[in-house]
Each structure stands twice: as structure tokens, then as C-alpha cells.
């Protein structure tokens, strides 16, 4: 029996130390069990890496004790691990935290009662303004918050926000947050109605997709465990009853599964979809337990053991769900995996749906990827082979795809531009929907920060000759620069397409656009969901409560209406603005507009009547728009895929993005230029790397920001690289960097 434990400790940096084992927990102590230490004189939690026979360790200290036998991670969970610390240049201790929910982690958190804070409203812009400047830690707090769908618990928003207690209260005080108590464990949006399961019949394409998931799960088909499955089904063409018959099958031969969904998907619609099929008597008792930011530590704890005791079988939830302690996996469901919200934005910055493969492989269970509008990267290894293919080209009720309708900006006159942004087409479509007693979605994706340069007269922007991305206006210091590649130049004074000197385009935001509809439509029933609105816990419950029951006439919302919602008697989706998303500064900005131009438009005509779509642009001839408009997913991902070979973007190029902030101009400058001129140094010729450049979003929570980016055809090359650079680069003390691989949000 093995004597000695090598274990990582926690909050240390990758330290790993020997410790003996005493003899009483000898048979108890495994590989990724969790201990209690002393660190010279402190105590201090770790995870035990390895088992030893012998350790030359002088005066070897004795492990003290366990944090408890539930929270052990098992031997496949432990190689997963290792997998993803090397594969995202993460420290193994900061991916084995990530895979516990905090309580389990042995971490101290707060006690039963349990303090939450939400906004209760928004400073005045300039106020706003000032906080950022003099007061960064009630900033960082408020842009938090500002971004929950609902309450927080405080110990996370100030882990979270890195903020303190102390700048949370001036903001209690200055009358911006409100502060509570909860010990319910009610779910979110409990109260939203559901409709009792009915199991339709599977039409012939969702027979034949489904045929061919049973003969893999029946493991009949050892190729089908090493190959994924990419289910490519358009809106609305009934991938979650494709799920749900496949999930059956997994628990009828005893096993378990994953269901991961976007976060914001996480809708009780979705989930109760789950429930009324598994989750009673009739279901094998197999239980279906839900895993989502929202729950509290105490809430999450409980799930994680029901499944971990097996009193639940499928586990549902967003990115860290992938974690799950279900043994015998019997499939991983990923669902609308192009989602960016799969990718985690701090360390360690992984890729759920791919961490999903990853775990898939090492269990042997196969794992099955959805989507409307699969990712660029995971079409493609469709077509190289590596996925399987598997193919839902209708809409399962039988309906035809929504006629979707492109109006050009430029043609409307100057009160559509201002006035709310309505265009005369969609105010029509709007009132005979008023008229008619049917409802309307619109839709804005107001996204700040990062502006580029739009002409209003014809349309122009201004763009990177390299790289073919937007580039971003500096207001500061008026210049445009391109964040990939760090060109810089001066922006125009007039456009240079037509010499309208009007091309410094600021966007419209969700609320002047409520404003201007409830002055053209005064007798209307108005909501508006977006992050603004929606603080409150229960409030999204609310409203689309309310929709449902057809007492508002027109949802003005952001992504958050886009997905996963299903109201029959919504006919006309409207797009305020489609090219907001469009003209982002991210080789990825014309496929996130195909995608949420396709999943906002799947909203529409879901009942018995016909829906319309019309979206509103500068940008008619935009390729995502014209795609999305035709329902062309093939059609965009040719063009799509010659663009990003052209310019050597991901996936022929493995990216890596090398972060550098801090509270210094002067400083983080020099730092990320040292860093940029270092890692020129360090890369053999195959590896590009970028000028260093500030970042789109200049500044945040009062630190200036700057990126370097590295491309190369191979990712090992890069991690290589990595690790050269994080061992070999001194940083001043208040300069930070971090690494992320395969970058998503390169804002
Ligand atoms: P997706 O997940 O692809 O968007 P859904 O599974 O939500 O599609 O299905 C869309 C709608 O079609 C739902 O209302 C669902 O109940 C219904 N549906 C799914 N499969 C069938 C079927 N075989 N027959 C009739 N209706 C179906
Ligand atoms: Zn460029």
C-alpha cells in the first residue's frame, strides 16, 4: 500500500509537495482526493496527484486530513484534467478547482443565509463615467451586475467582480444596489408554465438520425465512440425530441448522461422539456438534475450529489456541467454548440464543447453535437470526417421556414435612423399585427464598446487591409486600429466610398428604441427584456409569462430573446439593427450574425400561421445577411470557410491570445510590446505573431489593455511557446498576463 501522496496545492501556483499518508487513511486516500495540509505553518486544502511507494524527503509531514470522501475526482476526471491544463496552458490546480462546485472544493463560503445583491438601477452615464475613472472596484461591481439575468449572491459578485465590501457598500448607500437574503432553493423562473409532455411520432428524418445514435449508444459501432456526431438541424426541426428519445435509450441500458446548453438557453421551456420526460416514475426514476450559475453554492451542492449518489442519471446545464460526477456515461449532448458562452472567460479558459469530445474519448461514450447553425470549426470536421454528419432539413411541424425580409437602411429617411430606428416597412408590419391581435418580437443586439466605422449614406466600413476585419475607433486619441493584426491609421474625414462626411456611426441602444416604439405605438403593450431590465430575480419568469398569455403585444429584447423560446402566436420578428454584430472586430463577426440572425428569425411563425422576418441593415448585400435570409447554411459556410483561408483565421490556424493589462498606461504598453518582441524572439518562422496592440475595449474596470496574437498551423508549437513565455517573462508587479488559447471574445 502505497505510503506516500505527491498533492498540489491550492492557491499556490502549480506547487506540488510530498506528504506521507498516515496509516488510518491509507486505504482511503486515492488519486485526486482532496486533503487538508500544512503549508509551513498554515493549513492549506490540495489534491493528491500521485501515490508513492518510497519519497526522499527529508522530516516529511503527515497529510492531515480529508475534506470528505464526496469530493474525490476519479481517474478519468484526473487525465481529463491534465489534458486540459496542457492543452489550455492552465495551472492543473486552477482546472481541478473549476471541475467542483465551490462547496466541494472544501473552500469556506457563506453561511446558510445567504446575501445576494441585484441592481436597482443604473447611474447616469456620467456618473457612470466617473466611477470608472475614480472609483474602478463600484465599477467593476456594477458591470457585473449589470450583465446578470438576475439577483447574485454577494460572495460571487465580489469574486467575480473583484471587488470589496467596502465599494459595495458606497454603492448600497448611493442607492444603486439593493441587498437581500434568500434560503429558498426555488429554481429561477419557477412559476413559468409548462406544458404537460405529449410524445409525438418521429417523422421519417428524425427516425433514421435517431436509428443511427441507438446503434452507437448500443456500442455496437466502436468507430461511433471515437467520432462525435454533428446533428446540423434547422430551427425548429426537432433536435431536442431527437434528444430526448436518445436519452431514453442511454437510461434504459443503465447508464447516464450530459445534456449541456448555453446558459442562456437555460430557460425553464427547455428544462421542463427534460423533466416531463425523465424525471418521474415512468422515466426508470432516472432523475434529471440541473446544474446553472444561478443556483447558489448550497442549491448546486445538492445537485452534484444527487448525481454523484445516482439519484439522478442526466445531468442538465451550462459550461461546467461538462464536469459532472456520473459514472457510467452512456452520451454527451451538446447542444447549439456553436454558442460562445461554451467557452469559459477566465482561468481556465476552456471550450466546453470541446472538453466534452475530449471527455467523451476518455470515458468511450459518444458524444453528440447540435446545432441550427453548427460552428465554422465543427462543419468543417464534419466534412473532413473527424464528426459524423448527421442531417434535419425540416422544420418538424411541417411549416415552411419564415420569409424573411431585408429593408435598406440607407433608403429610409433621417427619423428612421434617430427616431427609434423603426423604417416605415416594419412599422406597417407591426401595425397589422396590432391589428390582428398577433405578436412581435424585435430584436437589437446592443453591443458598446467597440465602434467601427459605419457610413450611414452608403453603407462603408472601414476595414483592415490584412485582415479584412472592421477596424475599431479610438475615440481618445482618434485613430482606427485593427486589434488583430495592430495596423493603425486615421480615420477619415468623409466617407471614402461617397464623401458623406457623416461616417461616425454611433448605434442605438435597446432603450432609446422602447422610447421610440411606445411614441408610434402608443395603445401597445410594451416589455423590454435585455440585462437592464431583467436584474430581478424572477423577472424573466415574468415577462415571457405575460407573452404567453398574450397580455404584451410587442418584447423589445437582446440575446436573451433569441433562443430557445417557442410562442405560436408570434408572427413577425423584427431586426433593429443586423449589422451591429457585423461589423465587430472579430474574424468570427460575420458568422455570429448568420447564427443569431437564423435563431432569432427560428422565433418566428412557430403555430399554425406563416411568419415574417424583417431585418433592418446598412449592409443589404452582406453575405450573413443574404445566407440567413435564403436559410443557406451551406451556402454561407462556402464563402465563410474561403474567407477565413484566405486570411489564415482559425480553423487553418490554431490562435493563441496573449493578454497584458494594467493600471499603468506607460507601463502595460511597454510590457505588451516586451512580450510581443520576446515571443518574436522565441517563434520559429511558422508561427505569426502580432504587434502588440490595445485591445478593442481599451479599458476596463480601470485597467488598460493590450493583446498580442500568435497563429500557427500547429497547436502544439503554440502551447510550447506558451509555457517558454510564462517561464522565461518578467512582468512589473502590476502588470498582468494571461493566455488563451483558441480565443472567442477577442474584445
Ligand atoms: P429544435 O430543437 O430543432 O429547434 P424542437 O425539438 O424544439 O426543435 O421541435 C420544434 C417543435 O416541433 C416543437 O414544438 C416540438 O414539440 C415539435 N416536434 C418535434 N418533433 C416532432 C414530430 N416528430 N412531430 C410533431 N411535432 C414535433
Ligand atoms: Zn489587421
Sequence with gaps: MPSFARVLIDRSEGRELDYAIPAELRDRVCVGERVIVKVRNRRALGTVLELMEHSDVPGIRLIEGLVGNESTLPPVMMRLARWMADYYCAPLASVMRSMLPPMLRGEKIAGKKIRMAELSGMPPAQEYERLARKAPKQHAILERLRIATSAIPVHELLRESGGSDASLRALVAAGWIRLSEVRSTASPGDGEQVLPGRIPRLNPDQESVVAVLLEAIGGSDDAALQRPFLLHGVTGSGKTEVYLRTLGAVLESGKSAIVLVPEISLTPQTVERFRARFDHAGGGGAGVAVLHSHLTDAERREEWMRLQRGE???????????????????????????????????????????????????????????????????????????????????????????????????????????????????????TKRLESGQQTILFLNRRGFATSMLCEQCGHVCRCPNCSLSMTFHRDDNRLACHLCGHTTTPPERCPECRDPGIRHSGLGTQRVEEGIRKAFPSARIARMDADTMSRRGSYADVLGKFRARQIDILIGTQMIAKGLDFPNVTLVGIINADIGLHSPDFRAGERTFQLLTQVAGRAGRGETEGEV?????????????????????????????????????????????????????????????VAKKLKGLAPDSVEVSDSAPAPLERSHGQYRFHVILKSSSGAVLGKLARELLASMPLPDDVVMTLDVDPYSLM
Design 614 to 674: 424583417i431585418v433592418q441593415t446598412f449592409s443589404p448585400a452582406s453575405p450573413s445577411l443574404q445566407h440567413a435570409r435564403h436559410h443557406d447554411f451551406a451556402g454561407f459556410y462556402e464563402q465563410e470557410i474561403s474567407f477565413r483561408e484566405t486570411f489564415r483565421h482559425p480553423p487553418f490556424a490554431r490562435m493563441l491570445l496573449v493578454r497584458v493589462r494594467g493600471v499603468s498606461p506607460e507601463k502595460t504598453s511597454h510590457a505588451a510590446a516586451a
Design 312 to 430: 439522478a442519471r442526466i445531468a442538465i446545464g451550462a459550461r461546467s456541467a461538462v464536469f459532472a460526477p456520473l459514472a457510467n456515461l452512456g452520451l454527451i449532448i451538446v447542444d447549439e454548440e456553436h454558442e460562445n458562452t461554451y467557452k469559459q472567460e477566465e482561468t481556465p479558459r476552456y471550450h466546453a464543447r470541446d472538453v466534452a469530445v475530449m471527455r467523451g474519448r476518455l470515458e468511450g461514450c459518444p458524444v453528440l453535437l447540435g446545432s441550427a447553425t453548427p460552428s465554422i470549426e465543427s462543419y468543417r470536421n464534419a466534412l473532413l470526417g473527424k464528426y459524423r454528419l448527421l442531417e434535419l432539413p425540416k422544420r418538424a411541424d411541417g411549416q415552411t421556414m419564415p420569409l424573411i425580409r431585408v429593408v435598406d437602411l440607407r433608403l429610409q429617411g433621417k427619423r428612421a435612423k434617430s427616431d427609434g430606428g423603426l423604417s416605415a416597412p416594419l412599422q406597417m408590419a407591426i
